[in-house]
């Protein structure tokens, strides 16, 4: 399971979709369009992938922007991953 994918389990998980990103793709739009994602969720969704894939997630890493897509969060873990 590649950083992608594993983030779509992860955000249908944690914000009970239950398959609603089933078919998404880097463009899915995050933040502001599904309604689940507010900001409680968007820190224990960090909590989440810090735990998952073992990195940790400092408060300036973070802005708006790394939640606007499915590609943008997965590249901001890939990054963190691979630092």
Known sequence: MNITQT???????SLGLRGRL???S????LLGAIPEL????????IAT???QFGLVVNDDDIDGATF???GSLSD?????VSA
């Not at 880097?26 to 739009?29: E, G």
């Not at 901001?76 to 963190?80: A, D, L, P, R, W």
């Open 76 to 80: 901001f873990v890939s990054s963190k």
């Open 26 to 29: 880097r463009d899915t739009p």
């Open 68 to 70: 606007a897509t499915i």
């Open 7 to 13: 983030i779509v389990r992860v955000l249908d998980d």
């Open 49 to 51: 992938l810090e735990e």
């Open 38 to 45: 507010d900001s409680m969720a968007v820190v224990g969704l």
């Open 22 to 24: 089933v078919n998404a």
